[in-house]
């Protein structure tokens, strides 16, 4: 009974297997499914597998497969669902992948090496989620992506494309998750559908031109950071903070404000040392950026929300953190399903250190025989967009769960904006202890000049830190900051001590 089962169905779970694909399995030819997750198999996949016609899904996810994905998948004609992430393999995806008109599903992401145009979905017309994220795509949209009726998620984030969004995009009904966000993309945001949609991503691109109507009626998650975006006394306030975030970074520069920040991430404003970290205790949940009305720093989280339910804000619920003076910086966090990007703006000009604490709160530690301590965070880290670390792992790097590990960083702001980006290229496991569990985390930051600053110094008076601009379902935002402007106001008045200073107390 169990043989007849491996033949259409093989599985190979987390850590459980290690080494190549025995070349054997190429001999099942009767195989129909094949699923590896979070286990050592690496290597190439072997030739053998050339065999497997029968192949209706398979899937390969945080292993260590390299080599170019093979031509002869291609053949698989059957196959309705293939998935690849985290893998090490190279581009380009094969051409012969037109032949794959059967399927529904086609994930590929974080591919190395070589590009692949979008040519080889021409075929492809029953898909309902095409994510081909970091994949190396460059080109240009299909124009005929209108055909792709049953198309549900689009995420094309995190690659080379160039041109325009078709607008043909925007007349495909079942469509409710789109991410186009970090491409070359240009042209102004079509009108039509684009309210259906529930996750819009387009950060990263050259859009310009007047916001359609949907921007202000529609209900969805929208991330429209770092376009080319321009706006006046008619539009800037439609979502507020975004003119700060386009390509140029435009609000305070050539005339710098600040030359340091610190950052509480996911908790409240804390004091250590001489470093006030403000507070970043903002619901991200539902929403995709935050710009503080002193325009001193903001966050833009991005990318695969679409799996449900993902915690952005984690608190630690088990001991405290060790390995730190400060165990209270590390009660809380904040998590990102995809990009998590803080921006430090109106920054004088010159070097800075940067400097980011992590603890691994959500894992327990490896080898304790507990079900989370199965769960690996990996993600990459970079620095005016610099890679830093790549794989950067905290346990790993810390000795073990709940210890602290600060890693230091130099870098130079020419154009007074300081970026640092948290990256997720698919590795690490994704579902333990729950779905949604990855991904980066951090606890804190801070940001100080490495030379004398003439701008910065603490201001009592101008040093609230009102938050201008969440873009949460966008419906009722307008509300929730009416809201939080009172409240932080009403507060202010009665209460000197809520005043957020800035982070030199000279
Ligand atoms: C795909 O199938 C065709 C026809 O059976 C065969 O000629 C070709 O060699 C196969 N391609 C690969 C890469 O295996
Ligand atoms: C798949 O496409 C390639 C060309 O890209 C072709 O040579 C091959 O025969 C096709 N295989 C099948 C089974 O149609
Ligand atoms: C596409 O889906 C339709 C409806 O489910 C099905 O009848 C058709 O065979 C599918 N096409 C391919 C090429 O699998
Ligand atoms: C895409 O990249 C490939 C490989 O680097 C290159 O040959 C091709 O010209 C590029 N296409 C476009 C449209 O930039
Ligand atoms: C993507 O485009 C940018 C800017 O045009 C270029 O610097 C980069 O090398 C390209 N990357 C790839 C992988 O083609
Ligand atoms: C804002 O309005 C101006 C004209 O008043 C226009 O040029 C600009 O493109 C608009 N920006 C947006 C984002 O709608
Ligand atoms: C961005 O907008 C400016 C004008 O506001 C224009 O000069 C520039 O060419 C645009 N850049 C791109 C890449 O579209
Ligand atoms: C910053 O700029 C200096 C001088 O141009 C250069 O030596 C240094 O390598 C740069 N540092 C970084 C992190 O880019
Ligand atoms: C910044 O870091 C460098 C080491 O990279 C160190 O020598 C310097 O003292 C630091 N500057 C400040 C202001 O802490």
């Known amino acids: 009974m169990e043989n007849f089962l491996l033949f259409l169905f093989l599985a190979i779970g987390s850590n459980n ?18 699923y590896i997750d979070s286990s050592g198999v690496s290597g190439e996949i072997p030739s053998t597998f050339a065999n497997l016609r029968n192949m209706q899904i398979m899937w390969a996810y945080d292993c260590s497969l390299s080599g170019k994905i093979p031509d002869f998948i ?29 399927l529904v599903t086609l994930q590929i992401t974080d591919i190395n090496s070589v590009s692949s145009s979008l040519d080889f979905i021409k075929n492809m017309k029953n898909l309902t989620d095409l994510s081909l994220r970091n994949a190396l795509i460059n080109g240009s949209i299909p124009s005929n992506i209108g055909e792709y009726k049953s198309l549900q998620t689009l995420d094309l984030s995190f690659n080379n494309l160039t041109g325009q969004i078709p607008s043909a995009l925007f007349s495909v009904d079942s469509l409710t998750h789109l991410f186009l966000g970090n491409n070359g993309l240009s042209g102004t945001l079509p009108q039509q559908k684009a309210v259906y949609l529930k996750n819009i991503d387009l950060s990263y691109n050259y859009l310009s031109g007047t916001f359609p109507s949907w921007v202000t009626t529609g209900s969805q998650q929208l991330n429209l950071v770092a376009n080319n975006f321009t706006f006046d006394s008619s ?12 390509r140029n970074f435009p609000c305070n520069k050539n005339a710098p404000r600040y030359s340091s920040f610190a950052i509480k991430c996911g908790g409240e404003e804390m004091k250590v040392d001489s470093i006030v970290y403000e507070a970043d205790s903002y619901d991200l949940g539902g929403a995709s950026f935050i710009v503080l009305d002193t325009q001193k720093w903001a966050i833009s989280d991005a990318g695969l929300f679409s799996d449900g339910q993902f ?7 088990g001991s405290q953190v060790t390995g730190t003076p400060t165990p209270k910086l590390y009660q809380s966090s904040r998590q990102s399903p995809g990009s998590l990007r803080y921006y430090g703006l109106g920054l004088e000009n010159g070097p800075y250190n940067v400097s980011l604490s992590f603890a691994e709160t959500v894992f327990g530690d490896q080898g304790s025989q507990t079900w989370t301590s199965l769960g690996r965070r990996v993600f990459d880290i970079y620095i005016q967009g610099t890679l830093q670390l790549k794989d950067f792992d905290i346990s790993k790097e810390a000795g073990g769960a709940r210890k602290a590990i600060t890693k230091k960083f130099n870098a130079n702001v020419s154009e007074n904006y300081l970026e640092i980006h948290l990256f997720w290229a698919g590795k690490g496991t994704c579902c333990i202890p729950d779905q949604g569990s990855y991904g980066p985390l951090v606890s804190a930051l801070s940001v100080i000049p490495d030379f004398k600053p003439t701008v910065g110094i603490a201001h009592k008076k101008n040093q609230t830190a009102l938050i201008v601009g969440i873009a949460v379902a966008l419906g009722i935002s307008g509300l929730i900051l009416i809201f939080l402007t009172f409240y932080m106001r009403t507060k202010r008045h009665n209460d000197d001590a809520e005043v957020h200073l800035s982070l030199f107390m000279k």
């Open 235 to 246: 539009n800037i306030s439609i979502l507020p903070g975004l003119n700060c975030l386009q």
């Open 17 to 34: 297997f290690s080494g190549p694909l025995p070349s054997e399995l190429g001999s099942l030819v009767n195989l129909e499914e094949i």
């Open 74 to 102: 291609g053949n698989w004609t059957k196959l309705t669902s293939l998935r690849f992430g985290g893998n090490s393999f190279e581009g380009p995806i094969p051409s012969s992948f037109s032949n794959l008109s059967s």
């Open 311 to 317: 915690n952005t804000h984690v608190q630690n619920t």
